[in-house]
Structures are given as structure tokens and as C-alpha cells.
């Protein structure tokens, strides 16, 4: 990995500091390692609102690079595929740029919200002692509901996140990875999400014969030491 002079990655980090759970936050992580690339790390807490004021909006991962802010994990890729073009395709080809914004999008919205109320209260248990209160008004908000009713039947949880995941299986039913022969940015999008889960939680979220399982356990040796 290249350091990157004036490269600094905001990460969300938990009670422990180098828990750097964040699926957006991941994303990044894999994009620049693809890129073979290191940012300095700084971990952030949800409540540090102050420490990333300076990018006009409230979430990581905040991405700075000499005088250029960037927010947005999506927007953060594209930068990244910009600025190092010398170095390997965040996306391979520009046609399949668009269906990895649709990955993204798919892993942010149905994937996310069904993988939530599976993990919801184990994220809860990482999150900084300074986050907690935080942390429930904002999801109980969000979801209408208390974190243990959101959370409660897991197996349930389970059952739908693993019907979610039916397109993937599609895919990997015909190629290695979402990207095609090798990985790229669209399998990084819904690989963020199971990192989320593997830094929170121990709950079994796939059988070792789905083909997401297998799937996955190939980008886990892939980026060996990362994940
Ligand atoms: N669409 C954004 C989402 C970023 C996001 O929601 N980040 C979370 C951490 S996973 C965050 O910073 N949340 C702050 C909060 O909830 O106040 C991206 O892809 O970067």
C-alpha cells in the first residue's frame, strides 16, 4: 500500500477505537486498498458533529485530500477513480459504473435496512459510551419503534435478510463476483455491509453452502488482513 500524502479517511469508530464498524466507511477501505493506496485514519464518533463541520454535513466517511473535501461514500469512489486513473478500475469499464451506483443504492436501502434489525442491538452494545443516547433517540426516531422492538425476532431478521440477498445469488450463480471475474466496486458495496455485521455481531447470517457465503469468504481471503 502507497501512503498518500494529505490523504485522511474520517472513519466511525466504537468503544473501541479500532472497532471501525461504518458499512459507507468500509467501502472506502476496500476502494483504496483496490487502489493500493493508505489514507491516514482518524476514528470519529456520531457525536463529533464539530470535527467534520468543516465538510458541511454531518456523516462519514469524510475523505480529504490536500485542500478537497469529499463526502459520500459514492462520491468518495468516483474521486478515487478520478484522481488515481493510473492505478487499477474502481469499476473496470464506464458502462458499469451506473450499475455499481445501482449496487449501491440496492445494499443502502433494502440491504441495509433488513441487515439492521438483525445486528441493531449488537451495534448498540459497540457504540462509544459518549454515542449511546445519542444513538437510540436517533435510530428509535428513524425506525418509529424502540431498538428492542425493532430487534426483536431475529430469526425472522435473519430469514428476510437472507431472501434480500436472492439477485446476488443470480449473479454469482454465473461468476465469481459481482463485478464480473474480479472484484470491484460493486461487490465492495455489499461487502461494507457484511463487515458492518463481522464488527458487531457473531450472528450467523449465511449458511456455507449459499453461494453468497462462498462468495463473500473470497473477498475475505482477498483482502486478507483487512478484514
Ligand atoms: N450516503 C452516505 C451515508 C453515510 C452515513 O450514513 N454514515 C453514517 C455512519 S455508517 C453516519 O455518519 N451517521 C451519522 C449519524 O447518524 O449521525 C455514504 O454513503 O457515505
Not at 85 to 92: E, I
Request: net charge negative.
Amino acid at each position: 500500500m502507497e501512503p498518500i500524502d494529505n490523504l485522511t479517511l474520517y472513519e466511525l469508530a466504537g468503544a473501541d477505537p479500532e472497532n471501525r464498524f461504518s458499512p459507507h466507511c468500509w467501502k472506502i477501505r476496500f476502494a483504496l486498498t483496490h487502489k493500493g493506496i493508505a489514507a491516514r485514519r482518524i476514528a470519529w464518533r456520531f457525536t463529533e458533529k464539530e470535527a467534520i463541520a468543516f465538510s458541511g454535513q454531518p456523516r462519514v466517511p469524510v475523505l480529504v485530500h490536500d485542500q478537497r473535501v469529499i463526502t459520500d461514500s459514492w462520491n468518495i469512489a468516483l474521486y478515487l477513480e478520478e484522481t488515481f486513473a493510473d492505478r487499477p478500475s474502481l469499476f473496470g469499464a464506464p458502462a458499469a459504473v451506473p450499475l455499481a451506483l445501482f449496487m449501491n443504492s440496492w445494499a443502502d436501502t433494502t440491504l441495509m435496512m433488513t441487515l439492521l434489525r438483525v445486528i441493531l442491538l449488537d451495534v448498540y452494545a459497540c457504540v462509544d459510551d459518549r454515542d449511546r443516547q445519542y444513538f437510540r433517540s436517533s435510530r428509535e426516531a428513524r425506525l418509529g419503534m424502540t431498538l428492542e422492538e425493532a430487534a426483536a425476532d431475529q430469526e425472522k431478521h435473519v430469514a428476510e435478510f437472507r431472501k434480500a440477498l436472492q439477485p446476488l445469488r443470480s449473479v454469482l450463480a454465473r461468476q465469481e463476483f459481482l463485478a464480473g471475474d474480479q472484484p470491484a466496486y460493486a461487490d465492495y458495496c455489499v461487502l461494507g455491509m457484511f463487515m458492518w455485521a463481522r464488527c458487531t455481531s457473531e450472528v450467523a447470517l449465511l449458511e456455507p453452502s449459499d453461494l453468497v457465503f462462498r462468495w463473500r469468504d473470497r473477498l475475505y481471503q482477498a483482502f486478507d488482513g483487512l478484514c
